[in-house]
Nanobody, 126 residues
């Protein structure tokens, strides 16, 4: 599975962005997908995850209520809608995927994901 993240950019605090993750390759519909983010000098942190079917989602506590993850398996796309952005949301955002069984719980752990996109930079100005 190959992943390509896009949609990052410069936005003012309080604004919104929608990130996209385009997938190609083998059996994307059998992959759980997650978004992580990283700022310089810090470890990559979990942002949101979505199950194979899209029926289950999980969000980082610090972001819940401001972000929505969704997917379209027919288009092999995953989206991250981010609203009410804050300066501290500035980071490089990565999408990641891993083939999982249907009943697997969503993982928030970076090393559980085998496939990674290249990242897209989100800059929120205060």
């Amino acid at each position: 599975v190959q992943l390509q993240a896009s949609g990052g950019g410069l936005v003012q605090a309080g604004g919104s962005l929608r990130l996209s993750c385009a997938a190609s390759g083998y059996m994307f519909s059998r992959c759980a997908v997650a978004w992580f983010r990283q700022t310089p000098g810090k470890e990559r942190e979990f942002v949101a995850g979505i199950s194979r079917s899209g029926g289950s989602t999980h969000y980082a506590d610090s972001l819940e209520g401001r972000i929505t993850i969704s997917r379209d398996n027919d288009k092999k796309m995953v989206y991250l809608q981010m609203d009410s952005l804050k300066a501290e949301d500035t980071a490089v955002y990565y999408c990641a995927a891993d083939h999982v069984i249907l009943t697997a719980p969503l993982s928030t752990i970076e090393t559980d994901y085998e496939y990674w996109g290249q990242g897209t930079l989100v800059t929120v100005s205060s």
